[in-house]
């Protein structure tokens, strides 16, 4: 029987998850906004344009253009910020903005991954503040994410490592390297079609709720399609009412986005 020492036995292998619009159903920077308003890091403007950056998100996703503009954007929302309040407000409320939000699909998977001995991975180009406990919380064995450059306790408003594109699959390389995992024998998941070279990096890549962009990459490379469709409560993830979940998510949103217009309009009267 082959072990762990036996040069003959198998590497490991690992699951390599998305987290945005892949394991939850909404962007994980942008979730937080409301709460980063309420503790005084964003201003009105900014809580506004992060509505609005969230509907496009959700409704059609962000092309590499339109990506790359959103990472210059929160690099200058987040210069001058403290990295201990932004880090106490995220522990404070992750279960209020992650909880309703995870697929149960993801969720399976990740507990079947788990169950054939591989470990799961979160992969995000959102900042590791926000990255590191929803790994946690989703019980994954470590992840990759966007650094922002601190000094005294500030971010500078520097990106010095953007989890992004091909950034992504050459972290998962340094990481299979260090680790020992056998990329071959290993899986990944998304939904964008910028994290074609990621699927690319491992043996078995899929495609989650694929647009027709992200489909045509599935024929062209042999990527599997899943769909995933039920957000559920962690706190409850046996529901069996996910039609019921999906509203009280789409109604979440438009209630934040209501009350972040109202406070505004209020603020210029």
Not at 65 to 93: A, P, Y
Request: proline residues 3%; glycine residues 8%; contains cysteine.
């Amino acid at each position: 029987m082959a072990t762990s020492s036996d040069p003959a036995a198998p590497r490991p292998s690992a699951a390599f998850f998305d987290l945005d619009k892949t394991i939850i159903a909404t962007s994980s920077s942008m979730a937080f906004s409301r709460s980063f308003y309420e503790g005084g890091l964003v201003t009105r403007t900014d809580a506004i344009r992060t509505a609005y950056s969230q509907f496009v998100f959700l409704v059609g996703g962000a092309d590499e253009r339109q990506t790359t503009r959103l990472r210059d954007s929160l690099s200058v929302l987040i210069k001058g910020w403290e990295v201990k309040k932004v880090r106490q407000i995220v522990k404070e409320t992750i279960h209020d903005h992650i909880d309703p939000v995870v697929y149960d699909e993801a969720l399976d998977l990740i507990r079947r991954h788990h169950e054939n001995g591989r470990d799961v991975i979160i992969v995000s180009a959102s900042s590791s503040e926000l990255v590191k406990p929803i790994a946690k919380l989703l019980g994954a064995d470590g992840s990759i994410s966007s650094k922002m450059e601190s000094k005294k306790g500030l971010y500078t408003g520097e990106i010095t490592f953007y989890a992004y594109g091909q950034a992504k699959a050459d972290a998962m390389h340094a990481m299979a390297e260090k680790r020992g995992y056998d990329l071959e024998r290993s899986f990944g998941y998304s939904d964008s079609i910028t994290d074609a070279p990621m699927l690319n990096a491992v043996g078995h890549g899929f495609a989650v709720n694929p647009d027709r962009a992200m489909r045509r990459a599935c024929a062209e490379n042999g990527w599997g399609v899943l769909r995933f469709k039920r957000p559920v409560d962690l706190r409850n993830s046996s529901a069996t009412r996910p039609a019921i979940a999906t509203l009280l998510v789409v109604a979440a949103v438009a209630a934040a986005g209501v009350i972040i217009f109202r406070t505004a309009t209020r603020g210029r009267n």
